[in-house]
């Protein structure tokens, strides 16, 4: 089945811990992008990878890390975690460039950071 | 500053008669723009898209207009159907960047 998985699923940690989170597509897809979904404010784009080794900040990279080492892994790095990092967040995936393409997401990680 | 502005927050309509969810963007470079739509617990699914080139894209039911000179797009379902109750957040893309709206929930009412 093509899909995006995403885990943990349900995190709550403590502020200045450092946590990932995984991402995984099993479509061969080249592009993956990381949001964050927030009350009032829709989703905002973290960070997004055309391919492998490849990386772009979106609108709110401040505070987080991504790396792209292999094509199906998008992993979301928080070196130190802080309240407002609390929200819900999206991997997605599609080939090669979003905008003509569908992207395929996640189920989504909610983090609450303490 | 928010570059794609949904600004109706809710929306509700009868089964059956048409859904109209309004998009206002402000940078003349977005290239091309997208609807998905949100079920709680779930991640968005793209629903539809259409290129800055053209004015209209129709696919079933759900049909997208772009109107570039009022920078405005919307979405138009019709006929709606309870399983249309979503939130529907519109989005425009330039280069790799996609950047959403705030999202609007539809309920549709049987």
């Known amino acids: 089945e093509a899909q995006v998985t995403q885990n943990p699923r349900y995190l709550i940690t403590v502020t200045g811990k450092k946590l990932t989170v995984t991402c995984s597509q099993n479509?061969?897809?080249?592009?993956m992008s990381w949001y964050r979904q927030d009350p009032g404010l829709g989703l905002r784009q973290i960070y997004y990878?055309?391919?492998?080794?490849?990386?772009d900040k979106g609108d709110v990279p401040e505070g987080y890390k991504v790396s792209r080492k292999e094509k199906r892994n998008f992993p979301l790095i928080l070196e130190s975690p802080s309240p407002n990092q609390t929200s819900l967040y999206f991997c997605?995936?599609?080939?090669?460039?979003?905008?003509?393409?569908?992207?395929?997401f996640g189920p989504g990680t909610r983090l609450t950071v303490l | 500053d928010q570059q794609v502005k949904q600004n109706s927050p809710s929306l509700s309509v009868q089964e059956g008669r048409i859904s109209i969810l309004n998009c206002d963007y402000t940078?003349?470079?977005?290239?091309?723009f997208l609807w998905y739509k949100k079920y709680p617990a779930e991640g968005p699914t793209f629903l539809i898209s259409?290129?800055?080139?053209?004015d209209k894209n129709e696919d079933g039911r759900f049909t997208v207009f772009l109107n570039k000179s009022a920078k405005h797009l919307s979405l138009h379902i019709v006929p709606s159907q309870p399983g249309d109750s979503a939130v529907y957040f519109c989005?425009?893309?330039?280069?790799?960047?996609?950047?959403f709206g705030q999202g609007t929930e539809l309920s549709v009412k049987p």
């Open positions: 997605a995936s599609s080939h090669w460039r979003a905008a003509v393409n569908e992207q395929f």
């Open positions: 479509m061969n897809h080249e592009y």
């Open positions: 990878s055309m391919n492998v080794e490849v990386t």
């Open positions: 940078n003349s470079m977005f290239d091309y």
């Open positions: 259409i290129s800055s080139i053209k």
């Open positions: 989005a425009a893309s330039v280069g790799g960047k996609l950047i």
